[in-house]
């Protein structure tokens, strides 16, 4: 199977040589890479690794019970293991770590008792575990790292290089050479029914098989599935199930704002405010704010209860649409089918990626919105999503006529050019927003 380089690892490289390096926190949803990555990053970068995983280890639980002392836990892994733990060339990894709180509290330990070692944990449901009442976490002592599906540019450089090191060069603001974006248009239309669970990709680049890929994402799925069971309590599960089995309806009206009358009729806030958190917390949904009000900063003037709800993956969504994966073949009857969501979940995706999990959206009432507002460098960038060629649309036109932005960004299929204010960028260029933003001013 086709190792996907990930883009983390020069991160993770960077932790790694830091002389104030802490103790590393990985997060992520489940199935997106995290042992893998961290695994790869020891074998590539240190002399050996030491693994402990807390589910599938559960005694190992005990250990950490009966003590925090680094030292003494070090000798105990390498009992354990069979092998020696030298500080600094041997990675410690441990992995679902949110399985054992008295793990959890000895980072704080390692960080400040010996710090010579390089520990690296890692859980799929840790935004859960550290906000769960009770919790114990050495606030300060750790350094944080999320890892998120595989991006468009990481899927293209594991599928063609070439391709990559063209996308690699569009560094400024011009027109991409029809040839090259014509392609590139292409790798996007495959990646949005594909997604970026390496697996998935990996599993496409080596086959090309789509019944293959359909497996997969309805293993994750209900892996995901399976963790609303485990880790939910029984009075929450029922609401929890109800959320997610709904959203990919909620998506799929032309207002995508998320109601509570359409998970169950006569549903309240009240009701299901906790199976959403829950959601957000293990990375499964990401949650975008509704704003009227275009201030900096955005936080402040975002509507609580108006906001929608994305999945953390387009190929995941396209899946709980139960999406024909032939549409990918036969030109544009995907974007016109599904009114341009998943084009939005791929753009929120890259958002999150690049910028963090709060992300806005614009509403004018009834008279207009606007997919994304981005809070960046001090300025408010309007991000209006169109799903092909057809970009006439008055939403964006009524916003910059309001308050004048000095720059705004139009996504779509077409080719990449500046009017005046009017950045228009094809949907493929969206992980290199930052880069063209600055380009562009």
């Known amino acids: 199977m086709v190792e996907i380089k990930r883009d983390i690892i020069d991160k993770l490289m960077a932790w790694k040589n830091s002389p104030r390096r802490k103790p590393l926190v990985l997060q992520g949803t489940r199935q997106v890479g995290k042992s893998w990555t961290l695994k790869m990053f020891g074998r590539d970068f240190f002399d050996d690794i030491v693994y402990i995983n807390f589910d599938t280890m559960p005694a190992v639980k005990e250990d950490f019970k009966r003590t925090k002392e680094p030292l003494k836990l070090v000798r105990q892994m390498e009992i354990m293991t069979g092998k020696t733990i030298a500080?600094?060339?041997?990675?410690?990894?441990?992995?679902?770590?949110?399985?054992?709180?008295?793990?959890l509290n000895s980072l704080?330990?390692?960080?400040?008792?010996?710090?010579?070692?390089?520990?690296?944990?890692?859980?799929?449901?840790?935004?859960?575990?550290?906000?769960?009442s009770g919790a114990s976490f050495p606030v300060g002592k750790v350094n944080f790292m999320t890892l998120?599906?595989?991006s468009f540019a990481e899927y293209l450089r594991a599928i063609d290089v070439q391709l990559y090191n063209a996308y690699q060069m569009i560094d400024n603001v011009m027109a991409v050479p029809e040839v090259i974006h014509q392609q590139l248009i292409d790798a996007y239309k495959v990646y949005l029914v594909l997604g970026g669970m390496p697996e998935a990709v990996s599993v496409y680049i080596d086959t090309k098989d789509w019944q293959e890929v359909k497996t997969i994402h309805d293993g994750i799925l209900q892996s995901y599935s399976l963790d609303f069971a485990k880790h939910i309590n029984n009075k929450d599960i029922p609401r929890v199930f109800q959320v997610w089995g709904n959203l990919q309806?909620?998506?799929?009206?032309e207002d995508k704002k998320f109601r509570y009358g359409d998970v169950q009729k006569g549903g309240r806030a009240r009701e299901y405010e906790g199976a959403i958190e829950w959601l957000c917390l293990a990375g499964l949904v990401h949650r975008v704010s509704a704003v009227e009000t275009p201030r900096l900063p955005l936080s402040a003037y975002k509507k609580s209860n108006a906001f929608k709800l994305y999945l953390n993956d387009v190929g995941l969504l396209g899946r709980k649409f139960n999406l024909d994966i032939s549409t990918v073949l036969t030109g544009d009857n995907l974007f016109t089918e599904f009114k341009g969501v998943m084009a939005e979940?791929?753009?929120?995706?890259?958002?999150?990626?690049?910028?963090?999990?709060?992300?806005?959206?614009w509403t004018s009432g009834n008279k207009a919105?606007?997919?994304?507002v981005l809070q960046t460098d001090n300025m408010i960038v309007p991000i209006e999503v169109k799903a092909d060629k057809n970009v006439t649309a008055k939403s964006l036109a009524y916003y910059r006529k309001q308050y004048s932005p000095n720059l705004s960004v139009r996504l779509s299929t077409l080719n990449m050019r500046k009017d005046d204010d009017l950045l228009n960028l094809p949907l493929y260029l969206v992980d290199k927003l930052g880069t063209l933003f600055t380009a562009s001013l």
């Open 87 to 103: 500080p600094s060339t041997t990675l410690i990894i441990l992995d679902e770590i949110q399985e054992c709180n008295d793990a």
């Open 108 to 132: 704080k330990y390692f960080c400040e008792d010996a710090p010579e070692y390089a520990v690296v944990c890692a859980g799929s449901l840790l935004g859960v575990a550290l906000n769960r």
């Open 249 to 253: 309806d909620q998506l799929a009206r």
């Open 369 to 372: 919105e606007v997919e994304f």
């Open 345 to 361: 979940n791929y753009v929120l995706q890259s958002l999150v990626r690049q910028f963090g999990n709060e992300q806005y959206y």
């Open 148 to 150: 998120y599906p595989v």
